[in-house]
């Protein structure tokens, strides 16, 4: 008996039982096969998000679960890291940085730097060697949320980096400062330029994966990243108010000038989990689908407020997180980076 997958059918169960499907929803620049969004929506929901005819889109999804060759649709190929560099070649003793990716955002205190940890730590767990770079130059908080401080020691290659419990390499700001309560009173140039230095001056060692949190707006510091680093994507992050969703808009709408490539949306205080086990949105219903619509990029996750989360970022311990959310998170990533888009 053939195959016969229906518009109604879900998108992640079509993957999970036809797994050559997920290159057929790739192609059509339908990326909810690796969204949190492919958990619920069918074949003609995700369609109609991306503005897909979904008739095309049914046939090659039916070709490939029956094995028949694509008609009109090459699907593109993997790239397991990046710009698949190997960590490092015969005789060449220069350590590489495999795969940056900035966390922004536009609109403050949504979560960026939170995402950053969370990503860098589901990276950490599955084997990878992953460094962050805070590049929220006069806010930094990456290190107190990873209870790491320390002043800049220097080796022969460079500043070294201060290692979290779990091996994660970070550099920040304050580890420059006498005080870390001290301002840094610092035009956009100066803080161009440290970012830079935190990228080129650090001895960041072999790394598959550099984060680099960003600070709120659209100004120097992502202008920056985007313009002198070799950055391989960009992760947004968002809450479902009216007016966060707004502000990241203007955030798309400057990495897509830049001609950057969006990896993923994260909808962070999506919703509060009640002691009956209900759900309550504080902030509105989701905007997820309105961005993934507008990026063609997957929503990774949308992440509950969880006090968990703010206790365990003011104890520096963050390593310690775990939920259903942050699993999704992290798989979703991971399959998110893997496909070329
Ligand atoms: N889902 C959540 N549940 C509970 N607390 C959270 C959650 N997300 C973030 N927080 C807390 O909210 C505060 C702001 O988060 P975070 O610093 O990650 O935002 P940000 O976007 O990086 O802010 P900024 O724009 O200042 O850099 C932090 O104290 C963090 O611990
Ligand atoms: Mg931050």
Same mark, same amino acid.
């Given at each position: 008996m053939p195959v016969d997958i229906t518009e109604d059918m879900i998108i992640r169960n079509v993957v999970e039982n036809y797994p050559q499907t997920a290159q057929v929803f790739q192609a059509h620049g !339908? $990326?909810?096969? /690796?969204?949190?969004i492919g958990a619920s929506e069918s074949v003609s929901q995700g369609a109609r998000t991306h503005s897909l005819p979904v008739d095309a889109l049914l046939k090659d999804l039916n070709h490939a679960a029956n094995g028949e060759p694509l008609e009109g649709v090459k699907p593109r190929t993997k790239m397991p890291t990046g710009k698949g560099i190997p960590l490092q070649m015969a005789g060449d003793t220069k350590p590489k940085i495999r795969n940056i990716i900035a966390i922004m955002s536009g609109k403050g205190g949504v979560g960026k730097s939170l995402v950053t940890g969370l990503i860098a730590i589901a990276l950490q767990r599955s084997g990878l060697k992953v460094g962050v770079l805070d +590049? &929220?130059?006069t806010g930094p908080s990456i290190e107190q949320m990873f209870g790491v401080f320390g002043a800049p020691i220097k080796n022969e290659t460079g500043i070294e980096a201060l290692v979290t419990q779990h091996g994660i390499k970070i550099v920040s700001m304050n580890m420059f400062l $006498?005080?870390?309560? &001290? $301002?840094?009173? @610092?035009?956009g140039p100066m803080i161009s330029s440290a970012i830079k230095q935190f990228y080129n001056d650090v &001895? @960041? +060692?072999?790394?598959d994966y550099l984060l680099i949190d960003l600070p709120p707006g659209t100004s120097d510091a992502p202008m920056t990243v985007m313009q002198s680093l070799p950055l391989d994507g960009v992760v947004i992050v968002s809450s479902p108010q009216m007016l966060a969703t707004t502000i990241v808009k203007k955030a798309i709408g400057m990495v897509n000038t830049l001609k950057g490539r969006i990896v993923g949306i994260v909808e962070n205080m999506a919703f509060l989990r009640l002691p009956n086990g209900d759900r309550m949105e504080p902030f509105g219903s989701s905007n997820g689908a309105d961005l993934v619509a507008m990026?063609? /990029?997957? !929503? !990774?996750a949308q992440l509950p407020i969880d006090p968990a989360i703010a206790s365990l970022c003011d104890r520096g311990r963050i390593e310690e997180y775990d939920s259903e959310e942050f699993t999704a998170l992290a798989e979703n990533f991971i399959k998110a980076v893997t496909i070329v888009r």
């Open positions: !339908l $990326p909810c096969a /690796a969204c949190h +590049g &929220d130059i $006498p005080n870390r309560s &001290d $301002p840094v009173v @610092w035009r &001895d @960041w +060692g072999n790394l990026t063609s /990029a997957p !929503l !990774l």
